[in-house]
């Protein structure tokens, strides 16, 4: 089978550019002299071949990345039936997978069947046979309790079409109610997500709660397909359709133009049964029939080229990053070893910009320690903000049940909430740090490092081994539990005895009422005092749980946020001193050039050309590509090369209004 995941126009012309800038720094790291003063490169370091290494890892991204779908929906909705449908795998997800607790399925491209388990704390994931998911990832179908609590999440790969056109789906577990934890957990997975596939049935019209579920995603994704299962099953599916759209309109209006696909996975699964028996007509009438050509066509086309771009955009960007500094410093050699005066007064001028950022080291570091603090806050403001939502989930729940499935519940959601919570919290950090780094390199002009951008909290082990709802014992057996819970009742059936004889004026019938009324409020009172206990239980687990939430993280925040801000200070430091090094080290060449002979330079002089020209054949490209290409990211790697191109004395920080970057 053809791997088509790079398959954008414009994939193979990146993947060139890409391996050719990769050979050329692959020649510069060889070389004693190759860039700058003493084979260095902008920073004063020699090229490393860490760089050549950066830009090929960015080529296997193109070729192996994936468009990540995340597949939601409530439960019996035919979510798994789809999928299997999609790929072209009938029993590949069982149906019990659609209830799992907390347990989410990654389905990725593979040569062949594979599937692992990944657990929870420091645990090796495990790989398991394709046929014992359930094991791994279903819940019981008659306690609802999970068949194994130490896993986070089942990855599973298969030869599919589909999954080779550059898409990852990401099967939700669902529950009955899209406003629960495991809801939490679909919508942390949102931002990481490049779309959202819904999927309701065409039995009846959307809930509250999906409907509540829509307009809280509006504000995470931007893409969402629509897809209604079981058109074979339920005739009436297409007034449900025309009714869904209209609550769409209402209730989240920015999808009310979304795509609709009606689908039927049972003829799917009929045509890829007869496409495998040969029968090419009676799969193609099937196929037709099931709905699923338009939404695969949709999810590969679209999607995929989408996401396609953006990888293509991102391999972009670093490659210029890489090459772009490095043409600059060609540049400026060229002009020395032209004996070009001029160029010792823009050297001068940026070794004395690099003194004077030094010397301003208490105003960036200033601005630092403030942006640094208020991206705390702000990271503490979220958190605690999803806690006392957790908090109000945890007493809606206690305070709407009934029964003893309290007990078990309860501590479901809560650690599903618990982990959208972690999630949530993470995908915040990451962003935020990114923007802190962005805006110490606006003020500074110099590189933080993406080491430190990637820079993430670190879990804490003992959300991984979360505490157990602990249940109150109480004796209501014996003859004195008897007595406790009828005294209180005697005198009701009393009253029942006394009001049947008035009326009857029998004997029996009258003393039968009254045992009965006793016996009904001793059983009420009983039933009573059972759940009294088990919400006073769910209540303490609960008050556990958010203990054990606001005790970890909030030290885990600061820790990260005093991290990032070391290792920026560190880094802007280093390159303060190794950028005057490298200007200073060129002002001593160009002094040395000035009063060299010229047939002493004229062969360093064409030596610099070729590799300047060679640099620049590159860059041009690079842009090129950005614009045919056309995504954002793309055209801003394109600009920045281009920026990059023009030597400008670095300018020296001011004090400024410093605001933290804005968290999810």
Request: aromatic share 2%.
């Amino acid at each position: 089978m053809t791997d088509n995941r790079n398959a954008h126009p414009r994939a193979a012309e990146v993947l060139r550019l890409v391996g050719d800038a990769a050979v050329l720094l692959d020649r510069a790291a060889r070389s004693d002299a190759a860039f700058g003063p003493h084979g260095s490169s902008p920073d004063g370091a020699p090229v490393s071949p860490e760089l050549a290494a950066a830009v090929r890892a960015e080529a296997a991204r193109i070729r192996s990345g994936a468009a990540s779908l995340v597949v939601v929906g409530e439960k019996k909705r035919g979510k798994s039936s789809l999928i299997n449908a999609l790929i072209g795998h009938r029993d590949l997800l069982p149906v019990e997978v659609d209830v799992a607790t907390g347990v989410h399925l990654v389905v990725r491209h593979a040569d062949r069947p594979t599937a692992v388990a990944h657990l929870t704390g420091d645990s090796a994931p495990v790989s398991i046979d394709p046929a014992d998911i359930a094991q791994y990832a279903a819940v019981d179908p008659v306690t609802q309790t999970a068949r194994r609590d130490d896993v986070h999440h089942v990855e599973v790969g298969v030869p599919a079409p589909l999954l080779a056109s550059g898409l990852t789906l990401v099967d939700t577990p669902g529950v009955g109610g899209l406003v629960s934890g495991h809801a939490r957990i679909t919508m942390a997975t949102l931002s990481q997500a490049d779309a959202l596939v819904f999927v309701v049935n065409g039995s009846s019209e959307l809930t509250a709660s999906e409907l509540r579920f829509l307009e809280q995603a509006t504000e995470r994704i931007a893409e969402v397909v629509f897809v209604l299962t079981q058109t074979d099953k339920y005739r009436e599916w297409p007034a449900v359709l025309e009714r869904n759209r209209a609550l769409l309109a209402e209730h989240a209006p920015r999808y009310a133009a979304a795509s609709w696909f009606p689908v039927s996975s049972r003829a799917k699964e009929d045509a890829d049964a007869a496409a495998a028996a040969g029968d090419r007509e009676t799969a193609e009438r099937r196929l037709e029939a099931s709905g699923f050509g338009p939404l695969t066509e949709a999810l590969a086309g679209r999607i995929a080229a989408e996401a396609a771009g953006l990888r293509l955009a991102n391999a972009l960007h670093v490659t210029l990053s890489v090459l772009a500094p490095l043409a600059s410093v060609q540049e400026r050699r060229l002009r020395s070893l032209a004996q070009d005066p001029t160029l010792q007064d823009e050297v001068r001028g940026h070794r004395d910009a690099l003194r004077a950022l030094q010397r301003s080291d208490a105003t960036w570091r200033g601005n630092l320690r403030q942006a640094a603090r208020e991206l705390e806050r702000r990271l503490r403001v979220g958190f605690q903000r999803n806690v006392n939502d957790l908090r109000q989930l945890a007493e809606e729940k206690i305070a709407a049940s009934s029964g003893p499935d309290l007990a078990t519940e309860l501590p479901r959601d809560l650690e599903a909430g618990v982990e959208a919570i972690w999630l949530d919290l993470d995908t915040a950090t990451r962003d935020g740090v990114a923007r802190l780094v962005a805006l110490m390199e606006h003020q500074c002009r110099l590189d933080a490092g993406p080491a430190v951008a990637e820079l993430a909290l670190a879990r804490p082990e003992r959300l991984d081994a979360l505490p157990t709802l602990v249940s109150t014992g109480h004796d209501n057996s014996g003859a004195l539990a008897l007595v406790e819970r009828v005294m209180p009742a005697w005198g009701a059936g009393g009253l029942a005895a006394t009001v049947t004889a008035l009326a009857t004026g029998g004997v029996l019938l009258p003393l039968a009422a009254g045992f009965g009324m006793i016996a009904l409020l001793s059983n009420r009172r009983k039933r009573r005092t059972d759940l009294g206990r088990v919400r006073g239980d769910a209540m303490r687990y609960a008050h556990r749980m958010v203990a054990e939430l606001t005790t970890e993280i909030p030290p885990e925040i600061t820790r990260t946020v005093d991290d990032v801000s070391e290792r920026i200070t560190a880094r802007i430091t280093d390159q303060v001193s190794a950028q005057r090094a490298l200007l200073e080290a060129e002002l001593e060449e160009l002094q040395h050039n000035l009063a060299a002979g010229r047939e002493q330079l004229a062969k360093e002089r064409e030596q610099a050309r070729r590799r300047s020209a060679a640099l620049g054949e590159l860059i041009t490209r690079g842009r090129d590509l950005a614009a045919a290409i056309g995504h954002p990211a793309a055209a801003a790697a394109a600009d920045a090369a281009e920026a990059e191109g023009i030597v400008e004395p670095v300018p020296v920080p001011v004090p400024v209004s410093v605001s933290a970057p804005e968290t999810a």
